[in-house]
């Protein structure tokens, strides 16, 4: 039975403004607020607590393969930075840069890391020496910052938090190998943890990181149609590690050069989350990274033996589950809207009448349904709901997807697609970086996501200039 | 069976240089490594595992008690820094200042963060309006910047890990009570995760926090009888909340200021891992906070059967413990050596006669003792062995510390002990700070640690003025 919808107030409706709503929900939910720092966030307990649960999910995958965190320095000397020259012109514009320490000028400049390549290399210069020491599996857990003066929480700051994977192999078949392992540990963190589908696949050469030989890219559609570039694994060859001096002797006796990978993912997928699940009451949160996955509400709490059976049920269910009991003095109703804006996956509500039949109401949070279940194994009953709850979720935002990606045969429909329907596009591309720039001007911003690893044969030709095709792409606009 | 000792090569010995002895544990060990920031340094796989440890043994108890997690930006712009006058006057000087982003000049100086109190008070204003806002307990692992140019790993340096917990509350009791509570939790963890006994108690006016109407203090010695300051907690009062404007509508409908209280411990905690466990082997670690609890080392390795069956016991045993099968080529002494000095707590050894005799040999690197153990029911021998271990640890600790803790009941005998005998000194305090300076100045940096919350009564007058005595102190040199 599906319950009616009511419109929350505060909130937006996403129909109207998409990016209200995402303030708005972002607000009201106490996901984050701005802080007096222009371009930085505060992150706040509910908030952090769905990246704490991200992490988790993948820093347990992270370690089955062997990854070991470690932590390095927060700044970097000038002189440091500037050992590979794509590095330091891409990243020395936007730092934040430390002049004075200890009441005293420095002699020598110090950038806050935008990123870590570089201390990751000078480290491995001195650890590596034979092949016996490789591969180094390093990730690391900490914050960037690179200098934005607009901040969209999750999405767009100053300071963000992420990971930053960074590993030295043997060969180039080994590490080319590694970035993939990465890509689809990524994958499985979408679609098992976050219940969300990304398009998965390479960039091409306009589109890769800078001193990269390959870069792949994990693109969620967010509900309205724009993507998200949530998540990236490149492959470096040995650019860095030369520009280091790190070598090693090999298995043959000679002196060789390792090569590296780097990988990294972020509270924009926080920002994915809220973008791709939500709708016009709050959050709606997969269960697996959820803070709270079930929250019980008593219903007439004043009630001789309602608030007893409520916190014993709490107490039972806590072994298993994230639980919330809210016995506040707050309405039933109250409480009902308030954790559907904070898009607890799984409502338990239970009365005098419930106690006495030994049963509780059950309501999804996903898609209003509501149905008693009664509390004699009520933990498989859960088990088994709150994964119903994340397939029927994945299989969700699969949908919209699939609605919100358009096939172009040519470049004419390509141009009508970009301008009358929001979503993806897939079309054909001749391979030249020419046509992505001018179908990125000529759209007013759709750029290509990336190459798919199954490439569709939509035509024979290039879907701007007409000439033979080499790739299927998928296009779209970005957050 | 007590195995007889070796003295590692590249370790010097504690007896000869304790100094020496703790930088060589933590370069032979790989706990952490220097880098090219003066004051920085790098943690490394096997010493960031040991932190990662610690770290949910911490947050877990955080957590049980209603602490939630946030995180605040890494910078702080002077004008905010400069709103609690005890704070900026404290902290400015040994602070990395950042003066240029995005290519120009800032107008307003930026300050990395030496602890985040203004960071918290500012977020703090803007969430608190009623009693029911109260307690926010919020607690934010980061890494904190104090400038600083010599570095000794875990111990000191520049940038260091911690976690910073700031409270608010509805009343000075509540608040005061917390203050202890935190203490109490920190205690726990030295004890019950570290195998470490701190002497515990309240700082004296002269060494308290600036700005803190009390601060509270674990003190654990190391093995050469010096003291770490090794943790904190604080009840600062009204001082910051009224400084940020912060106030709430009480009970009583009228508006009041809460009260405040924060609590640290960092990566200093490792250091007295290190300091208070380790042996003239290297490392030895608790094993709850051991990055690997048991190491299984074949014996005959190349004889048929043998790799199997230790590979099937690490698959086993890795379901309830951290378990390393070292099935490398080199020597099984070479092995027992690298994991004594890396301070593995337990090591199985296993090799044709013991799959024979459906045994294996257990060794434990605290005291050397080696037996046969039936492979059936393991699990429980490991786990209550682990257990057996951390007692004796903790009770060795205990007694180290005891042996070197000296009472003194008048100045001569103060400064006697303070010149030979290395430890802790009780002596009784008459309350004038005077004092402590006065006897820092003559013993050349013994210091005032703590009143402890039980006094035993030595003298009726102070050690250094002979006047009558307030309290008994505990007294030590310090890192």
Redesign the interface.
Known sequence: MAQQKKRVEDITSMDVDFAQWYTDVVKKAELA?Y???KG??????YG??IW?NIQREMDTRFKKLGV??????????E??LQKEKDHIDGF????????????EELSE??Y?RPTSEV?FC??YQ??IHSYRDLPKL?NQWC?V?R???TTRPFLRGM?F?WQEGHTMHETAEEAQEFTLKMLRVYEEVYRDALAIPPVVGKKTEKEKFAGAEATYTLEPMMHNGVALQGGTTHYFGDGFAKAFGITFTGRDNQLHTPLQTSWGMSTRLVGAVIMVHGDDNGLVLPPRIAPVQVVIVPIAQHKPGVLEKAAELRDRLSEKFRVKLDDSDNSPGWKFAQYEMQGVPLRIEIGPKDIENGQCMLARRDNGDKWPAPLEDLENTITAVLDVIHDSMLHKAQENMDQKTHVAHDHEEFLDIAKNKPGFIKAMWCGDSACEDKLKEETGGVKSRCIPFEEEHISDVCACCGKPAKHMLYWGRQY
Chains 1, 2 share one sequence.
């Open positions: 607020d802080s007096s720092v930085c966030m505060v992150y706040e307990p952090y607590a704490e070991q965190n470690v932590c390095m320095p927060l700044l970097i000397p002189g440091l020395a514009p936007e730092c934040a840069v430390v002049t004075q320490g200890g009441g400049k110090l806050i201390l000078e480290h001195k650890k390093y914050s910052l200098w934005e003066k300071e938090l």
